[in-house]
């Protein structure tokens, strides 16, 4: 029996997920979180072999949870089911370890097809995804993803100077390199663009 948690905010979405996986006779849902907070400690507790999660949860994302269970070397394996086929959120998640990243369409036949795959020690990406970052990987460099983040959250470049520890010229420089990658007109424009792509989360 492969047990399995879920991590979705929608509780329509949810409840109706569970009900089509607990018609699957080797699949038990174990768990149920709303949010990300929730999914970990449920996570921590039950030990599913499978936590499917949203990416978009309150508290903590589904990429929040991924990369703590990645980080800590839990057994459980995470797959991501999203409506988003943003090219930074799939690196991301590729980075913390995840076995599946699935939209949301998927049909209940395939995605429980998925979860065997996974179990069995496979990897499952939706095609769509995978094209997504082969057509859009990110230009920015760390150091310019750093400072657009900042300045996406309102500081201006005096104060991401002082909290990087770098010149007020260095900075400008970075968002202006930034700006052209992006080819954006603006820093307004260019963080758009930007968090649009999932590259500044």
Not at 57 to 67: C, I, N, Q, R, S
Not at 189 to 196: G, L, R
Request: proline share 4%; glycine share 8%; aromatic share 4%.
């Amino acid at each position: 029996m492969i047990r399995i948690l879920l991590g979705e905010d929608q509780g329509l979405l949810r409840g109706a997920l569970a009900t089509l996986l607990s018609l699957e006779e080797d699949i038990e849902v174990v768990g149920q979180a709303e949010n990300g907070e929730v999914a970990l400690a449920l996570i921590e507790e039950l030990k599913p072999d499978i936590a499917i999660l949203d990416i978009e949860m309150p508290l903590k994302t589904g990429l929040d949870v991924a990369e703590h269970i990645h980080r800590e070397q839990w057994p459980s394996k995470v797959l991501i089911l999203t409506t988003f086929a943003r090219p930074g959120y799939f690196q991301r998640a590729v980075a913390a370890g995840i076995a599946g990243y699935l939209l949301k369409e998927t049909p209940s036949d395939e995605l429980a097809d998925a979860i065997r795959q996974i179990a069995a020690g496979k990897r499952v990406v939706s095609p769509e995804l995978s094209l997504a970052v082969w057509e859009n990987p990110c230009p920015l460099s760390p150091r310019e993803r750093e400072v657009m983040k900042h300045a996406a959250q309102g500081l201006t470049m005096q104060e991401i100077s002082g909290k990087l520890f770098l010149s007020h010229g260095t900075v400008r420089n970075y968002m202006s390199e930034a700006i052209s990658k992006l080819g954006a007109n603006t820093r307004i424009e260019a963080i758009s663009i930007a968090h649009e792509k999932g590259w500044l989360d």
